[in-house]
């Protein structure tokens, strides 16, 4: 008996949730965002949030996701309705698969310039390029290994890798191969795990010492600290896919990166039912500036995405506010 | 009903938050100003650290088994022991993980060694007074039950990856047995023995030497064992900041559920444990029955 009377209040809970929502958001109605589990995705969804929410009254509700589980969700079920940050590369045919069939589309790129601005690479920190030019660029890094002294092994460079088992360990390994590093005098230094690489890198900035290592944008830890972005040349997808990214690949050649896709993903329902709310992530793209500084504010209050986005929207109206009508801008700005 | 009585009067989140970012500061600022002297007293012990492991990387295999096929017929006049501790060490050698069970040997002798001349001496104090006893206690409570990953990330911060830290983080976990084994050990000395002792006018330091540690030693011993045993557990935690070694593989495989790798190198650091085992163990208990034995004559 008490059962049905549960069930039978969630319904009418239901009903009447519909209704009101329905009712306060004629134009967009009910969207769900997907909230990924890392800091910057998250940030991004409770900002679209808080837009959509009070610039364009939809009916806004954050989803738990993840890459992989929430494009198949978005693919297969057109749910949740938004994906305010999908790093691409990893799932790249998918999403192609799903956007010539309709079922999706790719709205905006997340960050300006991601040539620049994202994804992995070699870093030594700025200050050690502004005494000595010569290290701004990969073969001027090379050439000097004694800078990079390894302390457990001090005629050798110290070139700290990826972590044991991650998929970056194998490409890095194979480009350091490809480089002939050993014979240059370098040591390929495994730091075990992402904290201790994070920890590394941060010790030796913190005290102006000298660091050479892999790491990726957009990070709190790029953000905060003044690092150089090595440029490792061209990247070839066909030398990569064959060799680069393959364990024990007997003749790796020099290589770099993809250049990271990091989109905000819509799907095709929502683009066309919510127009306006579309055209907003449609021009949604940060800076690597104010972006690094939602990172590195998210880092250090130990901020979820919602404290991000109230930080973000107060402190950057200039940013945002290009992004949306100015009838909206001012909804939002009055609802902060 | 007052709401502090429902919820948890909890501190601000701004207070809380200034707390937090002042000791995160606070230590970084310390890292900045004192980091590099620190790193410079630790540097005989990286020294050491890395000339114990070239040592045992460079000599033949066949050499390194002999000299450890050696202190096991020492140690325990076996055969049985001698012989598996052979196939074992074979065994791993023929599967193609020498290098890395002699790194983790290596890091694992040189840590054992030091909570040996750090925790001997500090149980032997605390057997001596209550009141140290009741302070050092409490201490190695935290040291065993901390996650690692608490102090790893600011001796990262403030020591770099590699050896030295993965050597604290190893001594932290592994020294607490050996302290506590040896304060127990004298303790539970038979007082009667003692009076004895005091009978035949025997110092301070003559009581000691010659009454208290050898007739703790079976204990002591005990200890030794459950440190060397701790150590060898904390072998992938410690490669989780960059020491080289059995863990690494071991952690590779965890991430990519390779579970043929993390078998046959999970399989190493269980055949060294019982390696070391066995061999201080039977020692300890040789040594035991040696002295009732010449009681009893």
């Not at chain 1, 620049?116 to 700025?126: D, L, Q, R, V």
């Not at chain 2, 980091?35 to 033949?60: M, Q, R, S």
């Not at chain 2, 592994?174 to 506590?180: D, E, F, Q, S």
């Amino acid at each position: 008996m008490k059962r049905v009377f549960a069930i039978g209040g969630l319904a009418v809970a239901m009903t009447m949730g519909l209704a009101w929502g329905g009712a306060a958001s004629a134009a967009c109605g009910k969207v769900t965002i997907a909230e990924m589990n890392w800091a910057s995705a998250q940030a991004a969804a409770n900002i679209d949030l808080f837009i959509l929410k009070n610039g364009y009254g939809c009916d806004v509700e954050t989803v738990p996701g993840d890459t992989v589980p929430t494009m198949t969700s978005m693919t297969e079920k057109g749910e949740p309705d938004i994906a305010p940050e999908l790093w691409l590369n990893s799932i790249k045919p998918q999403i192609a698969k799903a956007v010539k069939e309709g079922r999706i589309e790719v709205a905006s790129e997340v960050l300006d310039n991601p040539g620049i601005n994202a994804g992995e690479s070699w870093f030594i920190p700025k200050y050690m390029v502004d005494k000595n030019p010569e290290l701004a660029t990969l073969a001027g890094v090379l050439a000097n290994p004694q800078l990079f002294k390894d302390p457990e092994d001090p005629s050798k460079g110290r070139f700290i890798g990826c972590p044991a088992g991650w998929a970056c360990q194998i490409n890095n390994e194979n480009m350091f191969k490809a480089r002939d590093m050993a014979a240059k005098g370098w040591n390929l230094v495994d730091p075990g795990s992402g904290a201790a690489l994070a920890g590394a890198i941060a010790k030796a900035v913190n005290r102006g010492e000298a660091v050479f290592a892999y790491y990726w944008a957009p990070t709190a830890l790029l953000s905060k600290y003044a690092m150089h972005r090595l440029d490792l040349g061209k990247h070839d997808a066909v030398e990569y896919g064959k060799c680069t990214s393959v364990k024990d690949c007997p003749n790796p050649k020099p290589n770099s990166y993809a250049v990271s896709e990091i989109n905000t993903v819509v799907s095709t329902a929502f683009a066309k039912k919510a127009n306006d709310a579309y055209s907003y992530l449609k021009a949604r793209s940060f800076g690597p500036k104010e972006f690094g500084d939602i990172l590195i504010y998210m880092n250090e209050n130990k901020a979820g995405g919602e404290e991000a986005a109230e930080y973000f929207l107060k402190k950057y109206p200039q940013v945002w506010s290009k992004w949306v009508p100015a009838d909206v801008a001012a909804k939002v700005k009055a609802a902060l | 009903m007052e709401t502090w009585l429902l919820e948890f009067p909890q501190m601000s989140q701004d207070a809380l938050r200034a707390i937090k970012r002042g000791i995160d500061k606070g230590y970084l600022s310390f890292s900045r100003t004192y980091g590099a002297d620190i790193e410079a007293v630790f540097e005989p012990v990286l020294y050491f650290l890395v000339w114990f492991e070239k040592l045992l990387l460079n000599a033949p295999w066949w050499l390194i088994i002999l000299v450890i096929v050696g202190i096991t017929w020492f140690a325990a006049r076996r055969w049985t022991l001698v012989l598996g501790v052979a196939a074992a060490l074979l065994l791993i050698g023929y599967f193609g993980m020498w290098e890395n069970t002699m790194r983790t040997m290596a890091m694992i002798l040189v840590c054992t060694l030091l909570a040996i001349l750090i925790g001997i001496p500090i149980g032997i104090l605390m057997s001596r007074s209550d009141r140290t006893q009741s302070t050092v206690l409490p201490v190695l409570d935290v040291m065993q039950t901390m996650p690692s990953f608490v102090y790893l990330i600011p001796v990262v911060m403030l020591l770099g990856i590699g050896k030295v830290p993965g050597l604290l983080a190893v001594v932290i976990y592994a020294i607490p047995p050996v302290i506590r084994l040896t304060n127990l050990g004298i303790r539970l000395v038979d007082r009667e023995v003692l009076e004895a002792g005091d009978a035949f006018g025997t110092s301070k330091w003559q009581k000691l030497y010659d009454i208290q540690i050898p007739l703790a030693m079976p204990t002591i011993m005990a200890g030794i064992n459950q440190t060397i045993m701790m150590a060898l557990a904390m072998v992938v935690i410690a490669s989780m900041i960059g020491v080289k070694g059995l863990g690494q593989p071991v952690l590779q495989a965890v991430t990519n559920q390779y579970f043929a790798l993390g078998l046959f190198n999970g399989l190493a650091v269980v055949a060294l444990a019982i390696i070391f085992d066995r061999v201080t163990q039977s020692w300890g208990h040789r040594m035991q029955t040696y002295r009732q034995g010449m009681g009893d004559e």
